[in-house]
């Protein structure tokens, strides 16, 4: 169903990758006001890590690169420390595009499966709806496990030191696990949560 | 001093047994001496934090905003919205205004929350407690509750992202913000000047990437050593902890020998107005600040 997303895109938008970014990505009508300047790059703390960093996205972008684009893992690495935003000449708001070009990579079925930001992305997503709240243990717990019972271990034992001392410190309950914080209308939340997606999906063409 | 009141956001990393339950014990006797009442928005929920987008998404993420503040218009009509969280402050502020500025989201997010039975009408406020802090208190009125001036004690104020970029403190510098160090000053301490006040401690990324956000976090702990603070002070929930719970393994990949307490706004001020050391929630310190429980001892 995913790659069937995708090729829905490639054949709505033909090779014109601006166009599809403009319609579909969180503030992607921005991009084209981008002149290059470099700034946004050089202000970004995990600047060295990105393969390709904010300035070169948006060059990659007017260049049709949609397939390097959206596989990129480095938009995941954006840490929304809003740096690049406040700084921006052109005001184009950076952070948003990093998470809306992420988003719709993700949503495509094109980003790196095994980015670890994006799995905890979805894992923090998918915690949160349950109940309304974050369950800070299980997030932890399920991010540790995420590869499985014996790398789990391993870096559960790894972070025992950080565990043990947050327990010490009563800020981590281990009775999350059978009874964690949670909001009263559930209900009414997943209801909500329903609806939004639909709309965001007849509007960012996610439709099928 | 009349009375102030807020619809109070608390956020998940305030809840008892999570993360910031020191922060929130802290904000609770500083607003008693302030004479603030929190009125907690029933039934608020997750605000989605900076990681939220991923997987939810543009609407659904400023849905789970719009209802909290639906909730705080329909059940404390007239108070504005505080965030104690610089992440629930910043994502419930960016979805007022997106959702002012554009009248489709705003439709669709109506539209979603009916399903809940609720409805946003956009009138309420967002603040941050330093806000209310710095622009409904103002430094000096501060200073008046002041007993036990944190004399001689040096403090890295240590302001972060979220509390500071893309809105920030009405009036503040997003590259040098002084609004910590006047808070620390205030309460007669002294504020060192560094220069890794707004580095990013690595968001979520500190859970997720590990390597590469520990080198944020020494670089911000070996600057505040560098310039002979004592102990790092905060306004935001997950800079205390990034910054805080991975020193032990700063040390250990770099083989430095942090061991620096990392402490909130609303700890110093209740120490500076009296209070206690539980009422402060430094028994909520994973690296403890001994220097502090002692002054807190002190009559
Ligand atoms: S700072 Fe703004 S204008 Fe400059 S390269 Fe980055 S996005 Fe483009
Ligand atoms: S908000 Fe994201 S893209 Fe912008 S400077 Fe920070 S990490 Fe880089």
Redesign the pocket.
């Known amino acids: 169903m995913m790659s069937d997303l995708n090729a829905q895109a490639i054949k709505k938008y033909g090779n014109s990758f601006l166009k599809e970014v403009e319609a579909n990505v969180e503030e992607g009508e921005w991009v084209k006001m981008c002149m290059q300047c470099g700034v ?2 050089g ?5 060295p890590h ?1 393969a390709h ?2 300035q070169e996205i948006f060059m990659m972008i007017r260049a049709g690169k949609r397939e390097e684009v959206l596989t990129s893992d480095s ?1 995941w ?9 406040v700084r921006c000449p052109r005001k184009l708001p ?2 948003h595009i ?1 998470h809306g070009l992420a988003n719709y990579a993700h949503r495509l079925g094109l980003a790196p499966k095994n980015q670890p930001t994006r799995v905890f992305a979805k894992m923090f997503w998918d915690n949160i709806v349950k109940t309304g709240r974050v369950n800070e243990l299980k997030l932890s717990l399920g991010l540790y496990f995420k590869d499985g019972l014996g790398p789990g271990i391993k870096t559960a034992l790894a972070m025992k030191d950080i565990g043990l001392g947050m327990l010490k410190a009563k800020r981590l309950n281990p009775l999350e696990l059978v009874k964690g914080h949670g909001c009263k209308d559930t209900k009414g939340i997943h209801a909500m949560l329903k609806k939004a997606r639909e709309i965001e999906d007849r509007r960012k063409g996610f439709a099928a | 001093m009349a009375k102030k009141q807020y619809a109070f956001y608390p956020g998940c990393s305030s809840q008892k047994g999570a993360s910031a339950s020191n922060y929130l014990t802290s904000v609770q006797s500083m607003c008693k001496v302030l004479d603030i009442e929190l009125t907690e928005i029933p039934d608020w929920n997750c605000c989605g934090a900076s990681i939220g987008y991923a997987e939810g998404g543009e609407l659904p993420r400023h849905v789970m905003n719009a209802r909290n503040l639906a909730l705080a218009e329909k059940a404390l009509p007239g108070q504005q919205v505080v965030a104690t969280c610089a992440a629930c402050w910043l994502s419930a502020r960016e979805t007022k205004e997106r959702l002012a500025h554009n009248s489709t989201l705003f439709n669709d997010a109506n539209e979603a929350l009916k399903e809940a039975g609720l409805q946003y009408q956009g009138k309420v406020e967002v603040r941050h407690m330093v806000e209310v802090l710095v622009e409904d208190f103002g430094y000096e009125e501060l200073k008046k509750p002041v007993v036990k001036p944190l004399e001689g004690m040096k403090f890295a104020g240590y302001v972060g ?1 979220q509390t500071n970029r893309p809105f920030g403190i009405h009036g503040e510098s997003f590259e040098n913000p002084v609004y910590l160090d006047h808070l620390v000053e205030a309460m007669g301490g002294e504020a060192v000047p560094y220069d890794q006040k707004v580095t ?1 401690c690595g ?1 979520a990324l500190a859970f997720s990437e590990p390597e590469k956000s520990q080198k944020q976090i020494k670089d911000i702990v070996e600057s505040a050593y560098d310039h002979g603070a004592e102990f790092i002070v905060t306004p935001c929930p997950l800079c205390q902890a990034n910054v805080e719970i991975y020193q032990g393994e700063v040390n250990k990949r770099y083989g430095t020998k942090f061991n620096m307490p990392v402490l909130y706004y609303s700890q110093l001020m209740t120490l500076a107005y009296g209070g206690s050391a539980k009422e402060a929630g430094l028994d909520g310190q994973v690296i403890r600040a001994p220097k502090l429980e002692a002054f807190a001892a002190k009559k």
């Open positions: 946004c790059s202000s970004c703390p995990f600047g990105w960093p904010p938009m690495m954006c840490t929304s420390c809003y740096n690049c935003i950076i952070t990093m | 992202c990013c968001g």
